[in-house]
């Protein structure tokens, strides 16, 4: 058997059994078994600090990770100094940042967030982590009450999703695997307003009025919408993409990318609201 480490020596071995217990939540499956997940670098790591079990620091560390790791220490998470080499083994991405913690995922009810909601994000199978990374932290930026996934899209605690998140994964519930006609059931028995955001549509998105309790639908990257999903949704919106006349080129964008569609819808429901609330002080 490989020697343990000399007393208070990083951590160099794969098979150190806090190594083993975090590297298996590289694993979805762990993660959905366990609860836990893996966050990566000194601003993600600082975002979920209510959250942390433990934290794998790099030695030497960078001093951004350095600093952050110290904050963990001040809030009684236990902070393991590694090598370089094990940090690396514990990392999605490719270019570790010097620190690791394995959280806790929180805890999130669909008919608990449903009761109290006034704005939610509705993704119908979307598919990219990077997007779906990128619009919870627009969600959270927008004040939305939370994130609901259907089933069949990207796991909410796949790395590229937390790092995208960039920490609103800890911020705001995100409930995902939930069944299509459940969250239409639950939504119309709560007055919930489902509205659909697809490109086809006639309707531009600022046209129509977001001050009543909304769940905002998006769908899939290449397939949109699925086909019980749109028959549900009372409206449909659209953000339409401009074609100036520009001498020398032709065309324009095909489509916009989801994350910048769903910012740009979530925050007109912002300023809507905002305005309907600045009229009412009148």
């Given amino acids: 058997m490989p020697s343990a480490e000399p007393a208070g020596a990083p951590v160099s071995r794969l098979n150190h059994p806090a190594i083993q217990a975090a590297r298996q939540l590289r694993r979805r499956i762990r993660r959905v078994q366990s609860g836990h997940l893996l966050v990566e670098g000194p601003h993600a790591v600082a975002e979920a600090i209510g959250h942390l079990e433990q934290v794998f620091l790099a030695h030497p560390a960078p001093a951004r990770a350095s600093e952050v790791a110290e904050l963990c220490r001040l809030a009684d998470v236990p902070v393991v100094d590694v090598q370089p080499h094990v940090l690396a083994a514990l990392a999605d991405a490719e270019t570790p940042q010097g620190v690791v913690g394995m959280a806790r995922r929180p805890p999130a009810d669909l008919a608990e967030l449903l009761d109290s909601a006034t704005l939610l994000v509705v993704l119908d199978r979307v598919a990219d982590p990077g997007n779906l990374g990128a619009i919870l932290r627009c969600a959270d930026a927008a004040g939305a009450d939370g994130v609901v ?17 960039a920490g609103s994964l800890f911020h705001l519930p995100v409930v995902d695997g939930v069944r299509v006609a459940d969250l239409i059931s639950a939504c119309r028995a709560r007055d919930i307003t489902l509205i659909a955001a697809a490109p086809d549509a006639g309707q531009r998105y600022d046209q129509l009025s977001y001050t009543s309790p909304t769940a905002i639908v998006f769908g899939n990257e290449a397939h949109g919408l699925s086909t019980e ?23 324009h964008a095909e489509s916009l990318n989801l994350a910048v569609t769903t910012g740009i819808v979530l925050f007109e429901i912002v300023r809507q609201r905002q305005h309907a609330g600045a009229d009412g002080d009148r």
């Fill in 149 to 165: 996934l259907t089933a069949g899209s990207v796991d909410p605690t796949n790395g590229k999703v937390v790092r995208a998140s």
């Fill in 229 to 251: 999903m749109a028959s549900a949704t009372e409206f449909t919106v659209s953000v339409p993409i401009q074609q100036p006349v520009r001498s020398g080129f032709q065309g």
